[in-house]
Each structure stands twice: as C-alpha cells, then as structure tokens.
C-alpha cells in the first residue's frame, strides 16, 4: 500500500489475557484529501452508520473507498486473516461506536491478522459455515481486544481531533449560500408579502425586566462532582461556551468566565483555576474584570519539545464562592493541546549501529485508566530498525513493572524509524490510586540503555447530571455581494455591524448599495452562538456534509432576512411619510441578532 496520502500506518501486536496467543493489528488513516474511486451509479444503498437526519453524497469521495469491495455502503473496513485469507469482517460502525472516531471512520482501515492465536482458539473461531467467525468465548475476547488496543491509541485520537477542529471552524459554503439565498429572493418576489422587523415584539415571561429579548441557552453546573446535583444560582458560565477548549503552540487562547446575570458577579469572594492533570507547558494568564474574569491559555512549546505528545489532554476547572452562597459554584471543560498548523521540519534523528538514548516521549502523567482501554507510552531510541528485526536480534527490549498488587500485561511495537510503543492493558485486579512503575532497557552486545516512567491507576470517569434551562411588495432583487466576517477580521474590516465593531454577539448587517457599489450582505460567521452550535453538532459526532448544509441553511436564512430588512428600509425612505421613521441602526442590530438566535434555536429543536 502505497505511503502517498496516508496519515498513519502502523502495526499493533496484542495478547489476550486467557491464554489464546496474539493478534497483530494494522491500522492506516488516509488524508482525506485523497483522490479516491467514484462509486457505481446503480449502488443505492445507505451507509450503514447514517444517522436518521444525515445527508448522504451522490458519488463517494472517501479516500477508502478504492479499497473497499462494495464501494458507498460503509463495509468491510476492518478485516479479519488467517494465513492470509479473509475469514471475518466488520463495517465502520466499529469505529463510530466503539472507537468514538466519528470523523476517521472514511478515512481509516483495519487489518486483524490472527495467526498468532493459538490452535484451539482458532478451531472455535472456524467452526460453522465458515462464513464468518463464531461467535463464541474467543470472539468476544478478540473484539474485546481489538476495541482496547485501538481505542486508547494516542495517534488516532490526535487525527480524530484534528478532524473534530476543522469541523467546529466550518465555514458556509459561499456557492450553495449564494444559490440559496437567491431562491429565497425570487419566490420573495413572486409571493411579494413582506414582513414586519420584530423590534416591537413582547418579550417571553421569563425574561428579566429592562432587558432585551434574545433567546438564550443556559446550563447549571454541578455542586458536588461526585453526587453531580444541580446548583442554584448563581452560575458560572464561559464565553465563547464550547464542549472543548482547543489551544495550539504560539496561538493564545482566551475565554471569559462569567456569571449568568452580570449583577451576580459583584458578590463573588474568591475564583480558583485548576488543571486535572496539570499541563507544566500551559501558562494561564487572569484579567479580573467588573462582570467577570478573562482567562488566557498560552502553551509554551520547549524547543526539544517532541511531537509525538500530542495531543495532550486535561480538564480545566473553574471553581468559586459566592458570598451567601454555601456551596461552590463549578465550571469544567475538556482542554486538548494540538500541535502548531504549520511546523518546521526538525532535522532528523541520526539512526546509529551503536545506540545512545532511550526515552519516553508521552506527556506524564501517565493514566492507566480501570477498565478502560490500553494506554500507548511512545518511546523513542536512536538505533536502527534492523536492529531488533535481525534473527536473532541484535539488541532486545526488556520490560519491568514495580506493582503493589497485579503486573499489567505489556507488549512492545517494533521500531519503526526510531519510534516505537509500549501498550499496557488495564487488567483486573490493579486498585485506583496505586503507582506503578515501568523500567524498560535495551540490551546489546556489551551495553544497556534504560528509561522509566510512573503510571497511575485511576477510576473511570464518573457520569455528570446536567440541568439545561431556555430563557428565553418586493421588487426583483438587486445585485448583491455576500461578505463572510471571521474573527480573525472584527477589527481590521472596513464594514461594522450597523454602526458598531464587530463582536461575538453580532450576527450580520448590510451596506446599502451606492453609484459604485452594490448591496453588501455581511455575515458574521464567528458569532458566539454559530460557534457553540457548530461544537453541538461535532458533538453528536455529525457527518461533514451534513453540518455543512447546516450552517449553509442558517447562513442564507440570517442574509435572506438582511435583504428583507434593507428592502423594509428602501420602502420607508422613498414612501415619503414624514411620520414613519427608517429604523435606526440599533433597532436593526437587534432584530438581526434576535432573529439568528431563533434560527439557531429552531435548528436545534427540529433535528
């Protein structure tokens, strides 16, 4: 198979705790961008791991679709061999479902060659029609073992979060906004009604006094984290709100916590921030503000800082008091550290006859989770591959573990350019809270290299309650230009949100159009509340083309009302009245704003 295009090739040998021998599984991702087979036309069949509500393409595009025998129905990504022969097999929803790599799931295949199993092993797994494997005591242990071997590799996750973070900054595509939008004009057109901005309307009852009506999401936190009840307000909250806080090299982040009600943050005593596992690299940097305080998360990237630790992964915690508040009011996300999107190529490790280094590479603390999947330690030497591959081998690797109760069973990869893993199953009979540590030496003719490291075992992640409240005669169209403002431009652009500089809470705005330029239609695609339901919908783990049609609906229905509004404007002006006044820019702002905060809210009722 050829290497152009793949993202990760590697081979993982597994054993089996009751004695069946070994399995060696090899995984390799493809960039998605790779060039791959149109499916046959009179293919009509569904994926099989399509959610009810997802769009499917005419034509399949995935970069795996040349390896597959029945291209477009989402099968036989993972393969089972012995002696060479496919015996067993398994479509992507193994990916989606016990791998949780929604967005690998086009991009990756799975090899499984079992001739490592013992004799008998085998003979339960081949009896029957011979179709498939039995289902039997063997093959749930070897699933069992394939799902743990993959689903705590740390490689696959750094590609799935990658893939996740492309997803969360989605942009609309401008051609089907563009196609959309002028649909909605034309029958605007034909069925000439025209419809009233809301500035007027009645707020909802739940709504505070003296402010304005945008229709707002909330979430209580949890009080106590290992009971999980619902605390009362008040609440703290982050601004911009997402599932996960993505941090790069060189690239500050910054994130605003806050109380629901802004009246609520005058009474706050004190404010601590934590990190669960700490992150020594990851500086925060506090600006206590009137309404709440701004947090900025810088990674300082050591020189010698080796890639293969990514991506590391903790939990950022927010924790205050509250005068006349007796319990403590807590804010927690997930926080992944990525890799920079551009890097220079570092010079490449001399690989020698004689070695001179080994290390660990992976971020410590090490985690051994109970019950959970394999933990992968990258390790790092500086000797050739050859080395241990030779028969017999001229080096070999010799792994111990310090235990106070169980020593976990281990296995280690071959070298491949200098990199190699060792992966250590979580068996029973290890305790949450006891230290583990793991030597392991290479031995050669006449020399020895060592390294080491501590594991920790933990308990599994306990389940969270969350409680959730909600506050909460046309002419033919003009010619128009569609702008799409990122965050990136809020203060360089020459166009403003109706008079304002773009911000988070602005949805879009328009120009009118002059002598020399036509109608502009601005769209704020960085709004706080697109960003949040774009985080949603990776969340539920949706398809690519269907958080695109998404956030292309929502962005043609906020320019089709911004069109609606410049005509409502156009009409008064040239209508005459003295007494009707133009709405002014700030009643514009906000009819705007309330009216993507519905489309939002109804797109996410609807689904």
């Given at each position: 198979m050829s290497s152009t295009g793949v993202l990760a090739d590697k081979t993982l040998r597994a054993a089996f705790h009751g004695g069946y021998g070994t399995i060696d599984i090899r995984v390799v991702v493809f960039d998605k961008g790779l060039a791959a087979t149109p499916a046959p036309a009179h293919v009509e069949l569904a994926p099989l791991d399509a959610a009810p509500e997802e769009v499917l393409p005419e034509t399949d595009k995935r970069p795996i679709s040349g390896f597959l025998e029945e291209p477009k129905r989402g099968k036989y990504v993972c393969v089972f061999l012995i002696s060479g022969q496919r015996q067993h097999v398994w479509d992507n929803q193994f990916i989606v479902r016990d791998l949780d790599l929604k967005y690998l799931r086009n991009h990756m295949l799975v090899v499984v060659e079992c001739d490592g199993l013992r004799p008998e092993a085998i003979a339960e797994l081949m009896q029957g029609s011979r179709n498939q494997f039995f289902e039997g005591t063997v093959y749930f242990a070897l699933e069992a073992r394939v799902i743990a071997t993959l689903k705590g590799d740390p490689d696959l996750r750094r590609l799935e979060e990658e893939a996740e973070e492309d997803i969360t900054s989605l942009q609309a595509g401008d051609e089907a906004v563009q196609a959309a939008l002028d649909q909605l004009i034309e029958e605007h057109h034909i069925a000439a009604p025209h419809t009233d901005h809301g500035l007027a309307e009645a707020g909802d009852s739940n709504r505070k006094e003296n402010q304005r009506g945008s229709i707002e999401q909330t979430q209580d936190v949890v009080v106590d984290q290992d009971s999980g009840s619902p605390a009362t307000e008040p609440v703290l909250q982050l601004r911009p709100d997402s599932s996960t806080i993505r941090v790069r090299p060189d690239e500050p982040r910054r994130v605003f916590v806050h109380t629901k009600t802004d009246t609520d943050w005058k009474a706050i005593a004190s404010l601590s921030l934590t990190l669960d596992p700490p992150v020594k690299e990851l500086l925060l940097t506090r600006k206590t503000?009137?309404?709440?305080?701004?947090?900025?998360?810088?990674?300082?990237?050591?020189?010698?800082?080796?890639?293969?630790?990514?991506?590391?992964?903790?939990v950022f915690?927010?924790?205050?008091?509250?005068?006349?508040?007796?319990?403590?009011r807590l804010l927690e996300r997930r926080l992944v550290i990525m890799p920079k999107r551009e890097r220079l190529p570092k010079p490449p490790v001399i690989l020698q006859d004689d070695p001179t280094f080994l290390r660990v590479t992976s971020h410590q603390p090490i985690r051994i989770t109970l019950g959970g999947p394999d933990v992968h330690v990258k390790l790092r030497w500086d000797g050739r591959d050859e080395l241990v591959s030779t028969v017999p081998p001229e080096w070999t690797f010799r792994v111990a573990c310090d235990s106070p109760s169980v020593e976990p069973p281990t296995f280690l990869t071959r070298p491949v350019e200098g990199h190699f893993e060792l992966l250590v199953q979580a068996t029973q009979g290890l305790s949450a809270g006891e230290e583990l540590k793991f030597d392991i030496?290479?031995?050669?003719?006449?020399?020895?290299?060592?390294?080491?490291?501590?594991?920790?075992?933990?308990?599994?992640?306990?389940?969270?309650?969350?409680?959730?409240?909600?506050?909460?005669?046309?002419?033919?169209?003009?010619?128009?230009?569609?702008?799409?403002?990122?965050?990136?431009?809020?203060?360089?652009?020459?166009?403003?949100?109706?008079?304002?500089?773009?911000?988070?809470?602005?949805?879009?705005?328009?120009?009118?159009?002059s002598a020399a330029t036509p109608l502009v239609i601005a769209i704020n695609q960085d709004m706080d509340l697109v960003a949040q339901y774009r985080e949603a919908l990776v969340d539920k783990k949706l398809s690519e083309s269907t958080i695109q049609l998404r956030i292309n609906k929502y962005t043609a229905h906020v320019a089709y009302h911004l069109y609606q509004m410049f005509q409502k404007a156009k009409q008064v002006q040239l209508s005459g009245d003295t007494a009707a006044d133009p709405p002014s820019e700030s009643s514009m702002r906000d009819e705007i704003q309330r009216v993507a905060h519905t489309l939002i809210k109804l797109m996410e009722f609807t689904q």
């Amino acid at each position: 198979m050829s290497s152009t295009g793949v993202l990760a090739d590697k081979t993982l040998r597994a054993a089996f705790h009751g004695g069946y021998g070994t399995i060696d599984i090899r995984v390799v991702v493809f960039d998605k961008g790779l060039a791959a087979t149109p499916a046959p036309a009179h293919v009509e069949l569904a994926p099989l791991d399509a959610a009810p509500e997802e769009v499917l393409p005419e034509t399949d595009k995935r970069p795996i679709s040349g390896f597959l025998e029945e291209p477009k129905r989402g099968k036989y990504v993972c393969v089972f061999l012995i002696s060479g022969q496919r015996q067993h097999v398994w479509d992507n929803q193994f990916i989606v479902r016990d791998l949780d790599l929604k967005y690998l799931r086009n991009h990756m295949l799975v090899v499984v060659e079992c001739d490592g199993l013992r004799p008998e092993a085998i003979a339960e797994l081949m009896q029957g029609s011979r179709n498939q494997f039995f289902e039997g005591t063997v093959y749930f242990a070897l699933e069992a073992r394939v799902i743990a071997t993959l689903k705590g590799d740390p490689d696959l996750r750094r590609l799935e979060e990658e893939a996740e973070e492309d997803i969360t900054s989605l942009q609309a595509g401008d051609e089907a906004v563009q196609a959309a939008l002028d649909q909605l004009i034309e029958e605007h057109h034909i069925a000439a009604p025209h419809t009233d901005h809301g500035l007027a309307e009645a707020g909802d009852s739940n709504r505070k006094e003296n402010q304005r009506g945008s229709i707002e999401q909330t979430q209580d936190v949890v009080v106590d984290q290992d009971s999980g009840s619902p605390a009362t307000e008040p609440v703290l909250q982050l601004r911009p709100d997402s599932s996960t806080i993505r941090v790069r090299p060189d690239e500050p982040r910054r994130v605003f916590v806050h109380t629901k009600t802004d009246t609520d943050w005058k009474a706050i005593a004190s404010l601590s921030l934590t990190l669960d596992p700490p992150v020594k690299e990851l500086l925060l940097t506090r600006k206590t503000q009137t309404t709440g305080e701004e947090i900025v998360f810088g990674f300082d990237e050591p020189t010698d800082f080796d890639e293969d630790v990514y991506p590391i992964e903790t939990v950022f915690r927010a924790t205050a008091l509250f005068d006349g508040s007796a319990e403590p009011r807590l804010l927690e996300r997930r926080l992944v550290i990525m890799p920079k999107r551009e890097r220079l190529p570092k010079p490449p490790v001399i690989l020698q006859d004689d070695p001179t280094f080994l290390r660990v590479t992976s971020h410590q603390p090490i985690r051994i989770t109970l019950g959970g999947p394999d933990v992968h330690v990258k390790l790092r030497w500086d000797g050739r591959d050859e080395l241990v591959s030779t028969v017999p081998p001229e080096w070999t690797f010799r792994v111990a573990c310090d235990s106070p109760s169980v020593e976990p069973p281990t296995f280690l990869t071959r070298p491949v350019e200098g990199h190699f893993e060792l992966l250590v199953q979580a068996t029973q009979g290890l305790s949450a809270g006891e230290e583990l540590k793991f030597d392991i030496e290479a031995i050669g003719p006449g020399k020895a290299l060592g390294t080491a490291f501590l594991a920790r075992v933990v308990e599994p992640a306990m389940p969270r309650k969350m409680s959730l409240k909600t506050q909460g005669g046309a002419q033919r169209r003009p010619p128009y230009k569609l702008v799409y403002i990122k965050r990136e431009n809020w203060v360089d652009t020459n166009l403003t949100c109706f008079g304002e500089p773009w911000t988070g809470a602005h949805a879009g705005s328009f120009e009118s159009p002059s002598a020399a330029t036509p109608l502009v239609i601005a769209i704020n695609q960085d709004m706080d509340l697109v960003a949040q339901y774009r985080e949603a919908l990776v969340d539920k783990k949706l398809s690519e083309s269907t958080i695109q049609l998404r956030i292309n609906k929502y962005t043609a229905h906020v320019a089709y009302h911004l069109y609606q509004m410049f005509q409502k404007a156009k009409q008064v002006q040239l209508s005459g009245d003295t007494a009707a006044d133009p709405p002014s820019e700030s009643s514009m702002r906000d009819e705007i704003q309330r009216v993507a905060h519905t489309l939002i809210k109804l797109m996410e009722f609807t689904q």
